[in-house]
């Protein structure tokens, strides 16, 4: 059964994440998961869901870097 991490200490690990990465401490997101994750005891994949989770939750996941709910926006054009 998979261990389960207190709200808390999920919020914890994202605000250290986010930290490390706008401090710009390494290179890449992968290398600034690692590291946190050792740092607070997690495997670096469960803390890289966390942070895909907050992401969707926020309405702001990886590679989305527009602010329109995606899709075709030709729809939008050219209609009266």
Same mark, same amino acid.
């Given at each position: 059964?998979?261990?389960?991490?207190?709200?808390?200490?999920?919020?914890?690990? +994202?605000?250290? +994440?986010?930290?490390?990465?706008?401090?710009?401490?390494?290179?890449?997101?992968?290398?600034?998961?690692?590291?946190?994750?050792?740092?607070?005891?997690?495997?670096?994949?469960?803390?890289?869901?966390? +942070?895909?989770?907050?992401?969707?939750?926020?309405?702001?996941?990886?590679?989305?870097?527009?602010?329109?709910?995606?899709?075709?926006?030709?729809?939008?054009?050219?209609?009266?």
């Amino acid at each position: 059964m998979p261990k389960q991490f207190p709200a808390a200490f999920r919020k914890r690990a +994202l605000r250290l +994440l986010a930290e490390a990465r706008e401090q710009e401490q390494y290179e890449t997101e992968w290398a600034a998961i690692c590291a946190v994750a050792s740092r607070v005891g997690v495997n670096s994949e469960t803390l890289r869901k966390w +942070l895909r989770r907050s992401e969707v939750d926020a309405g702001t996941p990886a590679g989305c870097d527009h602010g329109g709910a995606g899709g075709d926006s030709s729809a939008e054009e050219g209609e009266p």
